[in-house]
């Protein structure tokens, strides 16, 4: 990927995070993936009273893509507020995203800060020993 390619997948990150329905942790989450076919699907945190039943940011973009046919993909930039590190995913996030690495093979993931400065690993360094049935 392009330098530019990655800022723009950052900062679409970032213009998903203002869209998190957080009244609980008051935690923005913002995320956006690139398909291999080069379209960005974005997403945000969605929390709920009965916490288990939030849907984090990760997720949603990726069930935005594969609900409109897209399973491959290049990459995934992730965003917080949070400006002292970088915010990983979360393990269950971590197990979601590593399922498509079957398709795409090991992709990468931007986890960002508020000024867009980025780190950039592989979904195999973030999960790796995920679970798989192959």
Not at 58 to 66: L, N, P, Q
Request: with cysteine.
């Amino acid at each position: 990927m392009t330098d530019v390619n990655v800022a723009e997948l950052v900062r679409q990150s970032h213009e998903a995070k203002q869209k998190a329905y957080c009244p609980y942790s008051n935690f923005q989450v913002g995320a956006a993936v690139l398909t291999e076919e080069g379209t960005i699907f974005t997403g945000c945190n969605i929390e709920n009273s009965s916490y288990s039943l939030t849907i984090c940011a990760e997720r949603t973009a990726v069930a935005k893509a594969v609900s409109e046919g897209y399973t491959k993909f290049k990459a995934i930039a992730v965003a917080t507020n949070v400006s002292e590190k970088y915010m990983s995913p979360c393990g269950a996030c971590r197990q979601f995203l590593s399922e498509f690495t079957k398709d795409s093979g090991d992709y990468d993931i931007y986890m960002s800060k508020p000024d867009l400065t980025y780190d950039k690993k592989k979904i195999s360094e973030l999960l790796p020993c995920a679970f798989s049935l192959n």
